[in-house]
C-alpha cells in the first residue's frame, strides 16, 4: 500500500470520531470511547509502524529545522507525521470535550471550539482552556461572600 493510500484511509475514522464528539450524545460510554480511545488508539498504532520501519532511512532528526526538514521529505514519514496530528489533536479535543462538558459549557459554544481543535490544534486547546478558565473564576466570584469593612 503507498503512502497516498493509507492517508486516504484516515480521513474517515478521525471524521467520525470528531463528528461522535462533536454532535454525539455524550451519555453513552462506548460512543465516547470513539473519539477518545479507539481512534487515537488505532492511529498511534499506525503511527509507530510507520516510524519503526521509515525513521532510520530519512536521515532527517529533530535538531535543526534543516534536520526536521529533511526527515519530511520521505512520504512516509510525513504520514507518520499527519497521522500524528491526527490522533493527538482528537485526543484532546475529547478531552477538551470532558472538561468543558464539567465546566457546563454547552454543545452549541462547544462545536466551534471542537471544530478549531480539528482545524488549529493549539487554537482550540487555547480557547477551551480560557473559557473553562473564565468560568472557573465567575463562579469563584459568585460564590465568594464579601463582608464589609468595620
Same mark, same amino acid.
Given at each position: 500500500?503507498?503512502?497516498?493510500?493509507?492517508?486516504?484511509?484516515?480521513?474517515?475514522?478521525?471524521?467520525?470520531?470528531?463528528?461522535?464528539?462533536?454532535?454525539?450524545?455524550?451519555?453513552?460510554?462506548?460512543?465516547?470511547?470513539?473519539?477518545?480511545?479507539?481512534?487515537?488508539?488505532?492511529?498511534?498504532?499506525?503511527?509507530?509502524?510507520?516510524?519503526?520501519?521509515?525513521?532510520?532511512?530519512?536521515?532527517?532528526?529533530?535538531?535543526?529545522? %534543516?534536520?526536521?526538514?529533511?526527515?519530511?521529505?520521505?512520504?512516509?514519514?510525513?504520514?507518520?507525521?499527519? =497521522?500524528?496530528?491526527?490522533?493527538?489533536?482528537?485526543?484532546?479535543?475529547? =478531552?477538551?470535550?470532558?472538561?468543558?462538558?464539567?465546566?457546563?459549557?454547552?454543545?452549541?459554544?462547544?462545536?466551534? =471550539?471542537? %471544530?478549531?481543535?480539528?482545524?488549529?490544534?493549539? =487554537?482550540?486547546?487555547?480557547?477551551?482552556?480560557?473559557?473553562?478558565?473564565?468560568?472557573?473564576?465567575?463562579?469563584?466570584?459568585?460564590?465568594?461572600?464579601?463582608?464589609?469593612?468595620?
Amino acid at each position: 500500500m503507498s503512502p497516498q493510500e493509507l492517508f486516504g484511509l484516515t480521513g474517515a475514522p478521525v471524521l467520525l470520531g470528531w463528528i461522535i464528539l462533536i454532535a454525539g450524545p455524550r451519555r453513552f460510554a462506548i460512543l465516547n470511547a470513539i473519539p477518545q480511545f479507539i481512534i487515537p488508539f488505532g492511529l498511534s498504532l499506525l503511527y509507530a509502524a510507520l516510524v519503526l520501519s521509515h525513521f532510520s532511512r530519512t536521515g532527517g532528526g529533530y535538531g535543526s529545522l %534543516a534536520a526536521v526538514r529533511q526527515l519530511f521529505t520521505s512520504e512516509w514519514i510525513l504520514l507518520a507525521g499527519w =497521522v500524528h496530528y491526527l490522533a493527538f489533536d482528537l485526543f484532546v479535543g475529547s =478531552v477538551l470535550a470532558a472538561r468543558m462538558d464539567r465546566a457546563g459549557i454547552g454543545r452549541l459554544v462547544q462545536a466551534p =471550539v471542537l %471544530a478549531s481543535t480539528f482545524l488549529f490544534g493549539p =487554537v482550540g486547546l487555547v480557547l477551551a482552556l480560557g473559557m473553562e478558565t473564565l468560568l472557573s473564576g465567575r463562579q469563584a466570584m459568585a460564590t465568594l461572600k464579601l463582608h464589609p469593612r468595620r
